[in-house]
């Protein structure tokens, strides 16, 4: 078996500058975080100007870890050829192209069809499109793809770029003469670093991101009110729902943040079994939902 490497793009380097600046747009947002909840818990300051940048910490960091994906699997990436297949490697993910599954390969590509062109080109060129006659485009290249290696096989087309097109074809015909010893099947072998079946899940997606909504929601919904709120808030009642004791009113703030923390210990636990049994990880995902909104309950009424 042989590795080729891609062709160096600027890809990459879009795709560093863009997460160090997300990262800095993070510590940025953090500073004024850090002043709202500085000095005595009577004194922290919880407002729709707080909440907007929380709502901009988790946007900075979803994108930076969206980025920081792109860039390891841009350094990451390689072509490896054997006599029985095409292998395309990025982030210990492999994607298998049988090698007599292979009909034809072209240098470059016109009228392609990509649905987000400009972001598929972050640290490389990825992701999914359509040839101009309706095929479907795979994208594992450095280099657009006008200046790709195009390889086609069983209906579909595989948009690379190792260093030497000259040489890679080279290398892939004659292993195509040779013929096949291993009969292999075209898919992809996800890499069970990330867990992808996991999170490919659609259902779990649904779930987890109603969950995450809910709890913005409430957050929301407790920075309009907090700042009108007295000294102390009733947060404990008695049988008859009489105010049993009063709290002071910045222990409120603890609410969300447990019920986003039980949300968060139901998706690692789904995560560590989601092989095993994926119905009670989907339940999990569900009860998240029920915590969510069992929390939100006791907030307004704490603050109604």
């Known amino acids: 078996m042989r590795r080729w490497r891609p062709q160096p793009s600027a ?7 863009l997460l160090l600046a997300a990262l800095a747009g993070v510590a940025a ?11 005595p818990p009577e004194e922290w300051r919880f407002d729709p100007t707080v909440y907007s940048e929380v709502i901009g910490v988790l946007g900075l960091l979803a994108l930076a870890g969206a980025l920081m994906y792109r860039v390891a699997s841009a350094l990451t990436l390689s072509y490896d050829l054997d006599r029985n297949g095409l292998y395309i ?8 192209v049988p090698i007599d599954q292979i009909y034809s390969v072209d240098v470059g590509l016109r009228g392609e069809r990509l649905p987000w062109r400009v972001i598929q080109a972050i640290g490389y060129y990825w992701g999914q499109g359509r040839t101009s006659d309706g095929k479907r485009l795979h994208m594992f290249a450095t280099q657009p793809p006008s200046r790709s290696l195009v390889v086609y096989a069983a209906g579909e ?3 690379i770029s190792p260093v030497d097109h000259e040489a890679f074809v080279q290398d892939l015909e004659q292993r195509r003469n040779l013929g096949a010893t291993k009969p292999l099947v075209s898919n992809v072998e996800s890499s069970r670093i990330f867990l992808y079946a996991f999170w490919n899940d659609r259902i779990v997606r649904i779930l987890l991101l109603i969950a995450l909504a809910l709890n913005l929601i409430i957050l929301a919904l407790l920075a309009t009110r907090y700042p009108a709120l007295g000294p102390t808030v009733p947060m404990r009642f008695n ?4 105010v049993a004791e009063p709290r002071p009113r910045h222990q409120i703030l603890f609410l969300p943040l447990a019920a986003f923390g039980l949300s968060l210990l139901n998706t690692v636990i789904g995560l560590t079994f ?11 995902q569900g009860a998240s939902i029920l915590v969510q909104l069992l929390f939100g309950v006791a907030i307004m009424t704490i603050i109604r």
């Open 11 to 17: 890809g990459r380097w879009i795709g560093i500058l």
């Open 29 to 39: 947002l953090c500073i004024p975080l850090v002043r709202a909840f500085t000095g």
């Open 89 to 96: 490697n990025w982030l210990g993910n492999r994607a298998v």
């Open 157 to 159: 087309a595989y948009a």
């Open 239 to 242: 049988a008859i729902g009489q």
């Open 274 to 284: 989601y092989r095993r049994q994926q119905l009670g990880a989907r339940l999990l």
